[in-house]
């Protein structure tokens, strides 16, 4: 029988204790790495044990196979870059200042040469197999449209705003948002906007969005 004063120094044990969560980070950071670096096929869940510190079986264990893994590893992508639309956005205060945050955030995924390599690889990887680009547009494009639905129809009818569609408003927004910088960058002719460049957008494109939505 233990000591009662050592109770508390004893790791804790059970599904979710921190040793595992740390596992699993590591397993994630290796797999956005390396599917980016690799391609899909390149990337082998032994690859990503190896490049994780942890063993193949600890890797299954958290994420059944590649596709589960692959899925995971978009959707942390996006999480790190798109706080916004992942927490809960703030129930009062300016629609202006939140969407100049999201556009701010979107901006930074979309332009990440993390995000323009995913990309890259889903275009050559699209003809040859569309499950892996359902996985892609799920984990990522879809849910960021999702979630920016969410946010405008929380505030639909609020601060002098009407979307008849907020589904069809959010692709209007993000597709203001990439513009034509993101196109030229994702076939390598173009380069990063300096930061008073893509400030400057991001006030334009708002702007123009709050204007076209703004009730008559």
């Given at each position: 029988?233990?000591?009662?004063?050592?109770?508390?120094?004893?790791?804790?044990?059970?599904?979710?204790?921190?040793?595992d969560?740390?596992?699993?980070?590591?397993?994630l950071?290796?797999?956005?790495?390396?599917?980016?670096?690799?391609?899909y096929?390149?990337?082998s869940?032994?690859?990503v044990?190896?490049?994780?510190g942890?063993s193949?079986?600890?890797?299954?264990?958290?994420?059944?196979?590649?596709?589960?893994?692959?899925?995971?590893?978009v959707v942390?992508?996006?999480?790190?870059?798109?706080?916004e639309?992942?927490i809960d956005?703030?129930?009062?205060g300016?629609a202006?200042?939140v969407?100049l945050?999201?556009?701010?955030?979107?901006?930074?995924?979309?332009?990440?040469?993390?995000s323009?390599e995913?990309?890259?690889l889903m275009?050559?990887?699209?003809s040859?197999?569309?499950t892996?680009?359902?996985?892609?547009?799920e984990?990522?494009?879809?849910r960021?449209?999702?979630?920016?639905?969410?946010?405008?129809?929380?505030?639909?009818n609020?601060n002098?705003?009407?979307?008849?569609?907020?589904?069809?408003?959010?692709?209007?927004f993000?597709?203001l948002?990439?513009?034509?910088?993101?196109?030229?960058?994702?076939?390598?002719?173009?380069?990063?906007?300096d930061?008073?460049?893509?400030?400057?957008?991001?006030?334009e494109v708002?702007a123009?969005?709050?204007?076209a939505?703004?009730?008559?």
């Open positions: 029988m233990p000591d009662p004063s050592s109770i508390d120094s004893m790791p804790p044990s059970g599904p979710g204790r921190p040793k969560l740390v596992k699993r980070q590591a397993i950071d290796a797999a956005k790495n390396l599917f980016v670096r690799n391609g096929a390149g990337t869940m032994d690859a044990a190896s490049e994780a942890v193949k079986l600890t890797v299954y264990s958290h994420f059944t196979d590649k596709e589960t893994l692959f899925s995971a590893a942390a992508r996006c999480e790190e870059q798109m706080p639309l992942f956005l703030p129930h009062h300016s202006e200042k969407l945050d999201i556009a701010r955030g979107f901006q930074t995924l979309i332009n990440s040469p993390e323009l995913l990309h890259r275009i050559a990887l699209g040859q197999d569309p892996l680009s359902r996985v892609f547009f984990a990522g494009p879809q960021i449209l999702q979630e920016m639905e969410r946010f405008l129809t929380r505030i639909n609020t002098g705003l009407h979307f008849d569609s907020p589904a069809r408003a959010s692709e209007h993000l597709s948002v990439k513009g034509a910088c993101n196109f030229r960058l994702l076939i390598g002719c173009g380069e990063l906007p930061v008073n460049s893509a400030e400057r957008h991001v006030q708002v123009l969005f709050l204007r939505y703004r009730k008559a």
